[in-house]
């Protein structure tokens, strides 16, 4: 019995000794894996700062800045397809070939005007009388100084054309009872003068005014300005009497839900967009008015247009009605160019609208 009690006591000694022996060993194992981790740690913060700063650089490199990736969106944003390039490069061809046809369209069309006037029998003849340098030069001051009038006379007509055109075209655009009586004389008005001739106005102001009382003298420039301010409100009248119909009643309305008057709506409102509606046709009209101012030549009035004819009368050459002429196209051409210019960006501000 002793000696089965001994031996287990012997061996749990021996499994004690074995395991001391495995702890030791593990142990010693965890303090040279400790030694070497510190060692190593030492060698990594020597190296740390090179290390960071390399990591940095290639980090930013490799990471894309603010400005590059709003570029790069601006980019992608408006990047154009190829199909869009091939219809832009088959454009800019057609647009190529359109001005090479239209220039030599042109130079065709003056060498076949140049060869027909220079194999006329008569082109020296006429040559020396309507395109003669002497009597160009000689007739170019008197015509200049009456030049002056006219631009003098233009000036009155086109403040006086606005008022007048204004009031006739605010009374036929109203809805008031009161303003009836006003409004059937507006109507018969512009119904009379756009039926007159111009020249006629002129002959009947002109002349049918001074008899009122031939005591007193009026300056024929008064007159005429008089006939081309009250001939030229009719068509003006109508002008914008079609541009204030064109504003869109929502516009009345969102005028007067914000508290404007009847009046305010109406000038503040409704007129600046009638005008801009109808500013092409204000200008043909102005441009017209320009050549017509010299009509007043009928009354006596020593304008570009008299002058030239005095000049004619002295020498019987007609030069100096090439030189009104050339003065009246210098005068009317920017207008006309801008005319131009505006009708053709509001036709583009109109087809931007349906763009997709």
Known sequence: MTRTIELPQQSRQVNQLRHSEHVNTLNELHNELHEELAELNKHHHALSPETEKMEATAHAASTPTDAQRLKEHTVNKHAVSQVEL?????????????IATSLISTVILVAVVVVALHNSPGWPRVKETFFSPEYFMKSLPAIG????????????AVVGVAVLATGLALLRTSKSPVLFPLRVLASAYTTL??????????????FGIPGLDPTHRIDPALLGTIAVVIDYAAYVSEVLRAGVNDVHPSQRAS????????????????????????TPALMNDFISMQKDVGLISVLGAVDAVRAAQISVASSYNFTPYVVASLMFILMSVPFIIFSDWYSERLRKRELSGGTV
């Open 193 to 206: 003068m756009r039926g007159i001739p111009m020249i006629v106005l002129l002959y009947l102001i002109g």
């Open 255 to 278: 005028a007067r839900s914000i508290g404007l008057s009847a009046s305010q709506t109406t000038w503040l409102v409704v007129i600046p967009q009638a005008i801009r509606k109808v």
């Open 86 to 98: 091939e219809r832009q490069a088959y454009r800019r061809k057609q647009r190529n070939k359109s």
């Open 145 to 156: 100084q009456g030049l002056l009038l006219n631009l003098r006379i233009l000036g009155f």
